[in-house]
């Protein structure tokens, strides 16, 4: 009875074990300008817009959010998509989903978890966004060659891609920080969305091999097994 009752506990805290693991699939992993105050008053006019990602550590990515705080359409869908690398020049399409417009943050989640390489440049694309409220941080709107970066946030020095000024290919324009493009004979770049608001869920890429508590617990539940089957066959145990 007490080796039933051992096997039944290491079972139990296996088991726990393997569910709270789990939890850590929603945390926010990386982030860009995450601790940023939203524009206060922006609106996306283009339909597709987009930015080149590049994470810092590797991990398995579950999902990716903004900040819509300000609302602007609602019930507007857009569709977020996380491609291998920019989808005009050889990236491919990794996952995406869909999420109804609204204020607060917003965005979807992956099934299964992708598996990101620090160092590697990502895309992250949104499409249907015209008219919903801005997902970019509050900052200095106008940003020149050189002067950049506001105090404080992250600019993506590739800046933004959208289908402006054509909507021909989803996310063909590039609109650097700055250069004659922005704004033709000036440096100044009209480029805000270059700070945008981006949260990455997922988890560290040793979460998906079993760490040495989990195995701590399995090999006392296999020998216990085996020690009930040695004693079953025992005369004394009869």
Not at 44 to 66: A, F, K, R
Not at 99 to 121: H, R
Not at 215 to 222: N, W
Request: charged share 10%; net charge negative; aromatic share 12%.
């Amino acid at each position: 009875m007490k080796l039933k009752r051992y096997i039944s506990a290491a079972a139990a805290i296996l088991a726990w074990t393997a569910f709270t693991g789990s939890a850590y699939a929603d945390a926010n992993i990386d982030s860009i300008n995450g601790a940023l105050t939203p524009f206060p008053d922006l609106t996306i006019t283009q339909n597709d817009i987009g930015w080149v990602y590049s994470p810092t550590e590797s991990y398995m990515l579950s999902g990716i959010s903004s900040d819509f705080s300000i609302g602007g359409a609602v019930g507007q869908t857009v569709t977020l998509s996380f491609w291998s690398g920019l989808p005009n020049s050889g990236g491919t399409l990794l996952d995406s989903g869909t999420f109804s417009s609204g204020a607060g943050i917003l965005g979807v989640t992956f099934g299964p978890d992708i598996a990101v390489t620090a160092g590697d440049s990502y895309f992250v694309g949104l499409s249907g966004t015209a008219g919903i409220g801005v997902d970019m941080a509050n900052a200095a709107f106008l940003v020149t060659g050189a002067d950049p970066v506001a105090p404080g946030v992250t600019y993506i020095p590739s800046g933004f891609y959208s289908d402006y000024p054509a909507a021909t290919t989803d996310f063909a324009t590039n609109v650097p920080l700055s250069g004659p493009y922005c704004q033709p004979g000036s440096e100044t770049c009209n480029n805000a969305f270059a700070a945008p608001i981006l949260y990455f869920q997922g988890v560290p890429d040793e979460s998906a091999v079993p760490e040495p508590s989990m195995a701590f617990f399995v090999l006392p539940v296999l020998a216990g097994f085996v020690v009930v089957r040695r004693l079953r066959s025992s005369p004394k145990y009869l």
